[in-house]
């Protein structure tokens, strides 16, 4: 009864195969350029050495959506509609880098539409308006399309006509409404739904090559891919909403943090060999950013954990600047073994600093002790800088939880942790990103708006619960198994009372179907 977990990282790429919580398999290698490579390559790894046992689930954790954004590269010029009060003060991707919006604007266009904060209709839909900008896209060879309506995470019915509209005259067209994607706020949900609206076409090829992947490894199961909020969703959903998983290596790494510590409540620290990822868990996931996120130089408000990315790793460059030291950001990634000093390269990295300060027993420690005592303590004092600042900025009060150390870098940080909270250091650590897929449920999460009106609270939060377990449903998880596991309603206070109440709730499931799949021998 095994399942699969894959997270790819910009070094390494991790896998296990699992048998409830025991590892039975376990591959790193390098991270390949073109990431499906190496993913094949450990899939074909743990399967020859599982032998023909069954695997029931195979999730993968990728970083390329990720990258595909933050280098402007392998997306999909959008044409981007906004229904509101015309004329717009501002068109969508106005702010965006020149870089990016040059990759994805298709076009942009305000159509009159949008509600207000009450649900009632602002401007009637420009339905017509809607058709013509979709006939004009058609002709120019535009498929992908994103809609937003002022105030449609209270009222989506503005999105969904517009939405019926461009199908009724470009069926072939690939739609994403911004109320499925994130919350009050149009500029910045409307710029995750523009990213998801871009990411698409590529999400549909990658995943296409993680089916051959599973194919050529003969592995007949069905294929599931992180989120952001630590579970995952099956491919349809995947290919739907590719934005949702963007930051699904922390969350990997924090969900398999808890698991191998056992503890569900700390802050964990995932150190790979080109960035270190600070969090919290909180009941076992990670805790949900509250504010507006950068992606890319880009403004969004969509689902995204609360991570400090910090760029120190096992391959961070060290560099002397006078008597100043830092580490980082810049990594030798990928070709550590080749380029740190402990192995025989030229270029002093964080691994040669941690083996020179015997936190770590790795390479040839001779070599590592070309590095001055000013220039180790130095670096070893800007790593701690650099980490209790992180710690500080996750805390949710100050006061001291466990500190979860985990990744393949995570034994280089030694004694730079504070020492006022518990440190754990799992034994698994190296590999926690990867115990973290294999092992995470199908998790869905409804955040919006509801306007009350005539129903109250109760109906609106009944409502929300049944919309994220029908979601959770389609995302690939058994009905029988859905439960809540956190749910908050709260008044907008700035509106006059009893007008409206913002309700989130989280479920997750068990996934669906495994009595009947089994792997080809």
């Known amino acids: 009864m095994l399942r699969i977990g894959v997270d790819v990282g910009g070094t390494n790429t991790d896998a296990v195969a699992t048998d409830g919580t025991t590892i039975r398999a376990r591959i790193k290698l390098p991270t390949s350029n073109d990431i499906l490579t190496g993913i094949g390559k450990a899939l074909s790894g743990l399967k020859r050495n599982v032998g023909s046992s069954d695997v029931h689930s195979v999730v993968v954790g990728t970083t390329q ?7 402007a590269r392998g997306l999909t010029p959008v044409v981007a509609i906004r229904l509101a009060t015309l004329p717009a003060p501002l068109d969508p991707m106005s702010d965006w880098p020149d870089r990016l919006r040059a990759a994805v604007f298709g076009a942009v266009h305000v159509c009159a539409g949008g509600h207000q904060y009450t649900g009632d209709p602002m401007d009637a839909l420009d339905e017509e308006g809607v058709a013509d900008v979709a006939r004009s896209a058609r002709e120019l060879g535009h498929n992908n399309f994103m809609v937003s309506s002022v105030f449609s995470p209270v009222n989506p019915d503005g999105e969904l006509l517009a939405q019926r509209a461009i199908k009724a005259v470009h069926p072939e067209a690939s739609i994403t409404l911004s109320h499925e994607i994130g919350r009050i706020g149009i500029l910045e949900r409307e710029n995750a739904a523009i990213l998801n609206a871009a990411l698409r076409p590529l999400a549909g090829r990658v995943i296409d090559g993680l089916e051959a992947a599973l194919e050529e490894a003969r592995i007949a199961a069905p294929l599931y891919l992180s989120q952001n909020d630590g579970t995952i969703v099956n491919l349809d959903f995947a290919r739907d909403y590719p934005i949702f998983t963007v930051a699904s290596g922390p969350t990997n790494s924090m969900r398999g943090a808890a698991v191998e510590s056992n503890t569900s409540d700390c802050i964990v620290i995932d150190v790979g060999g080109t960035t270190t990822d600070v969090g919290l868990l909180r009941g076992g996931f990670p805790r949900e950013s509250t504010i507006a996120i950068d992606l890319g130089g880009v403004r969004t408000n969509f689902r995204m954990p609360d991570v400090v990315s910090l760029g120190i790793g096992g391959g961070s460059v060290i560099h002397s600047l006078g008597s100043q030291v830092v580490v980082g950001p810049d990594s030798v990634g990928n070709q550590l ?32 002790r070309r590095l ?9 004092d800007y790593v701690r800088d650099v980490l209790v600042a992180a710690i500080d900025r996750v805390s949710v009060d100050g006061a001291p939880v466990p500190i979860v150390t985990v990744g393949g870098g995570a034994v280089l940080l030694g004694d730079t942790l504070p020492s006022r909270s518990q440190l754990v250091h799992p034994t698994n650590a190296a590999i926690a990103n990867a115990i973290g897929a294999a092992l995470a449920t199908i998790g869905v999460t409804v955040d919006r708006v509801f306007a009350l009106g005539a129903r109250s609270r109760a109906v609106a939060l009944d409502a929300a619960r049944a919309e994220a377990r029908a979601r959770a449903v389609r995302a690939g998880a058994a009905e029988d198994s859905v439960r809540v596991v956190d749910e908050d309603d709260v008044p907008l206070t700035h509106l006059p009372e009893g007008t409206a109440t913002r309700i989130r709730v989280r479920v997750v499931g068990d996934l ?9 021998a």
């Open 372 to 380: 001055s005592p000013h220039v180790i303590r130095a670096a070893l």
């Open 337 to 368: 073994e080749n380029k740190a000093l402990v192995f025989g390269g030229d270029t002093p990295t964080f691994t040669d600093v941690a083996v020179a300060a015997g936190f770590a027993d790795i390479g040839d420690r001779e070599r590592a």
């Open 65 to 71: 959506f990720l990258n595909a954004i933050v280098e």
């Open 512 to 520: 669906a179907g495994f009595e009947t799949t089994r792997a080809t």
